[in-house]
């Protein structure tokens, strides 16, 4: 149990981040690709849906609001439909407010992936990497930056952070005195010089340093080699993916913190979580090295997490007390957390499966239409019929099992990635919500009789009938249980 730590989260709700930096669209086009065009010896995807998410510094700031606080996100779109589109994303989020510049003569950063199956097979990007209306964004900043506990930099190298707003906006922050994290891309770490810390990833700091290694050692000298080219930073944190975090304090000896994460899902979003997570730390009160601790515990709960890239404070005062995620727990969301999740699959360009169950008393026969769902898709969702809705289709001795039990015992499935309860007697509007690729059902159902078949089909999914195991169900179970009684 570590209380210091344990205590950081709570006060993260009385903390404001501000977030500067490239702020991007994400865009994802999914569909199926089934032919070689006569054109050319390209494939030809038949585009099915499309989706948008907040990117770069936006989904810093994003995070911060995951984790409790209030972030601020500054920057720069264009005058076109991208720009307008971030901007209802923005809206959208209770705890984000943004003041962000329109220049007119500069393109929203929009970047579009186009997935088939599990396979991204090209990324068109839309920027304009020049120089930007930096007059307007840094008294946009500048007006902020008293309200504010601490500032992120958000650098991806599209022009928006040009050494001289860097210098202007460092100045500013020290003024005001609030700590600077920034998040690097150019490979010359001394136009961040004044910030507080530097938060490059391992290959980051390898071609700013030409410290290569992946040991502590290495690790060790490679932040030296960046303080020392940056007399006036205070620390470097490098992220070393599964061997953890080094960090070096100027006058300290550096500290390695080793990676937290029992098990590993996805290590998408990581960054941004341990961005986030360390701007609300140092804005609490926190020391450099705790916030690093705190931070790294971050990164090990979301990269263990199935298909979302934000924690909350919750989660990392349960894991700074010794509570670690109980991964069976993190697959059990209602429906606006498990679109969260989803979101977070599509976005990575993971098909998605769905099946449905009352699940009572689990049995082989389950556990085989779970396995062949799973292996019909990359991630399964399976909808629960709830107690009062069991009851209604089985009557008023069913559910054996409460809810809760049944939802555990699924969740602790391999299989298995996510399970939602509904309360209606068929699932179509979870899969009207969830859209999945594939919808899954016994094979003593016929297409035509699977609830939401024609919902699927409509977009282009497709329907599996799974084969049964003879004589397996749970009615025959609790007769031969009162039989036997």
């Known amino acids: 149990m570590d209380e210091t730590l344990a205590k950081l989260p709570r006060a993260f709700a009385n903390a404001t981040v501000l977030v500067l930096g490239d702020v991007m669209l994400d865009r994802f086009v999914y569909g199926a690709v089934d ?8 494939p030809v995807i038949a585009i099915e849906r499309e989706t948008a998410m907040l990117g770069g510094a936006g989904n810093v700031a994003r995070n911060v609001a995951a984790l409790g606080g209030r972030s601020v996100l500054v920057g720069v779109i264009g005058d076109d439909d991208a720009g307008r589109a971030l901007t209802a994303m923005i809206d959208r989020e209770p705890s984000l407010d943004s003041a962000l510049i329109v220049d007119p003569k500069r393109r929203t950063t929009e970047k579009t992936r186009y ?16 120089d ?9 900043f500048h007006a902020h930056v008293r309200e504010v506990d601490v500032v992120v930099l958000s650098d991806y190298a599209k022009g928006v952070l040009s050494p001289a707003v860097l210098r202007a906006a460092i ?3 020290n003024a005001a005195g609030k700590p600077v994290i920034v998040d690097p891309k150019s490979r010359d770490f001394s136009r961040y010089d004044g910030a507080t810390l530097i938060k490059p990833n391992r290959r980051e700091a390898a071609e700013a340093t030409g410290v290569t290694g992946a040991g502590d050692e290495a690790a060790a000298e490679a932040a030296n080699a960046i303080l020392a080219e940056a007399p006036n930073l205070a620390a470097a944190l490098i992220t070393r993916g599964g061997a953890g975090m080094t960090l070096a304090v100027r006058g300290e000896a550096p500290a390695h913190l080793p990676a937290t994460a029992l098990e590993v899902f996805d290590v998408s979003g990581a960054g941004d979580t341990v961005a986030a997570t360390l701007a609300l730390s140092l804005a609490s ?5 705790d916030a690093a601790r705190l931070a790294n515990l971050a990164a090990g709960l979301v990269v263990a997490k199935v298909g979302t890239d934000v924690v909350t404070a919750d989660e990392l005062v349960g894991v700074a ?3 670690h995620a109980d991964p069976a727990a993190d697959k059990i969301a209602d429906l606006d957390g498990a679109l969260a999740v989803v979101a977070g699959w599509r976005a990575r360009g993971l098909k998605v499966g769905f099946t449905n169950g009352c699940f009572d008393l689990l049995h082989p026969g389950h556990v085989s239409l779970l396995a062949q769902a799973r292996a019909a898709c990359d991630r399964l969702i399976v ?11 089985k009557g008023p001795t069913r559910p054996v099992q409460k809810e809760a039990a049944r939802a555990t015992v699924l969740a602790s499935l391999s299989s298995v990635d996510l399970v939602v309860l509904f309360d209606q007697e068929t699932p179509l509007e979870l899969i009207k919500a969830f859209r999945p690729d594939v919808l899954v059902k016994g094979a003593d ?9 024609d919902v699927v089909l409509g977009y282009g999914g497709k329907i599996l009938l799974a084969d049964l195991k003879a004589g397996q169900s749970t009615t025959n179970l609790i007769g031969r249980m009162t039989a036997k009684g």
């Open 115 to 130: 997935i088939s199956g599990s396979h991204q097979m090209l990324r068109a990007d839309r920027e304009d990497r020049g």
């Open 445 to 453: 159902y016929t297409i035509e009789t699977v609830v939401g078949s």
């Open 383 to 393: 909808g629960l019929n709830t107690d009062a809705s069991v009851q209604r289709l």
């Open 132 to 140: 930007c209306d930096a007059e307007a964004l840094l008294a946009a």
């Open 171 to 173: 100045a500013s922050a």
């Open 35 to 42: 032919r070689i065009s006569p054109e050319a010896p390209v």
């Open 321 to 323: 007390r010794g509570a």
């Open 285 to 289: 009160g926190a020391s450099p090295l």
